[in-house]
């Protein structure tokens, strides 16, 4: 069984940063790409920002300048660094990861959600 397990949301002010953090555990033989995503209320969850195993990164326009992607293969962890955040980055940020296992079965696995709130 693998587990996604997140870190780091909170209640911040408009301009602050925050740091969010998603480990896995569990019977994991290997972890692919690596994202984090987002859904406010009323809206459709959508990509923030991806990193495949090898660093290479991707990231939508809502943060892009505002935020980085990166991960540390040793630890199984996934980090998202956001920086100058704004009130319509209110959200519940979930973690995704592409995880293959020691059965050989590759799969994708998704966090329980940390909430992010930006607001005065």
């Known amino acids: 069984q693998v587990q996604l397990v997140e870190s780091g949301g909170g209640l911040v002010q408009p301009g602050e940063s925050l740091r969010l953090s998603c480990a896995a555990s569990?019977?994991?033989?290997?972890?692919?790409?690596m994202g984090w995503y987002r859904q406010a209320p009323g809206k459709q969850r959508e990509l923030v920002a991806a990193?495949?195993?090898?660093?290479?990164?991707n990231y939508a326009d809502s943060l892009k300048g505002r935020s980085t992607i990166s991960r540390d293969n040793a630890k199984n962890t996934v980090y998202l660094q956001m920086n100058s955040l704004k009130p319509e980055d209110t959200a519940v940020y979930y973690c995704?990861?592409?995880?293959?296992?020691?059965?050989?079965?590759?799969?994708?696995?998704w966090g329980q959600g940390t909430q992010v709130t930006v607001s005065s």
């Open positions: 995704n990861a592409e995880i293959r296992s020691h059965f050989g079965i590759s799969r994708d696995y």
């Open positions: 569990g019977s994991i033989f290997s972890i692919n790409n």
């Open positions: 990193i495949t195993r090898g660093g290479s990164t």
